[in-house]
């Protein structure tokens, strides 16, 4: 899902797990948390050139669509919306939640992720083509912007 996520989004994402124990929920999370660390590293060198700060995606494969919102803000927030999954190539639809959560805790970010189909791996894979999209957006350069983000009050902390 982080290869569909990096190419929609245009990204080069490298990533190494090394761990003694499997713990699927921590992994993913952590995981999530160091992404959006990165990006919102990438965010704030790139603030003073005027960067649009708000994104927004969809995705489709076969019967799936997802629909992604993302601000950054340097506030914490996400509504996660789709059917539960048990099982998803592997790895459960709870750790797959927890990788977005911590996705949006390392990158102070909001998010809004909205997904639907019948077959688990079509509708995640939907939701993170969505959230590619979305992220590629929030780079977008918008010269209005320059030393600013988009929430009112102007800066991250």
Request: aromatic letters at 10%; glycine letters at 12%; proline letters at 1%.
């Amino acid at each position: 899902m982080i290869e569909t996520l990096a190419y929609r989004a245009n990204l080069n994402i490298g990533l190494l797990v090394d761990t003694k124990v499997n713990l699927e929920h921590t992994i993913s999370e952590d995981t999530g948390i160091t992404l959006g660390r990165a990006l919102l590293e990438m965010f704030k060198s790139k603030v003073n050139e005027g960067i649009e700060g708000f994104g927004s995606g969809k995705g489709v494969l076969d019967e799936a669509f997802a629909d992604a919102i993302i601000s950054i803000e340097g506030r914490v927030n996400y509504n996660i919306n789709g059917p539960e999954f048990q099982n998803v190539d592997g790895i459960s639809g709870y750790s797959l939640v927890a990788f977005l959560e911590g996705f949006c805790q390392g990158c102070q970010c909001t998010l809004k992720l909205d997904y639907s189909g019948k077959d688990p791996h079509h509708s995640w894979e939907a939701a993170f083509r969505a959230l590619g999209y979305a992220i590629k957006e929030v780079y977008r350069t918008n010269e209005w912007r320059k030393g600013t983000i988009s929430a009112l009050k102007g800066t991250l902390e």
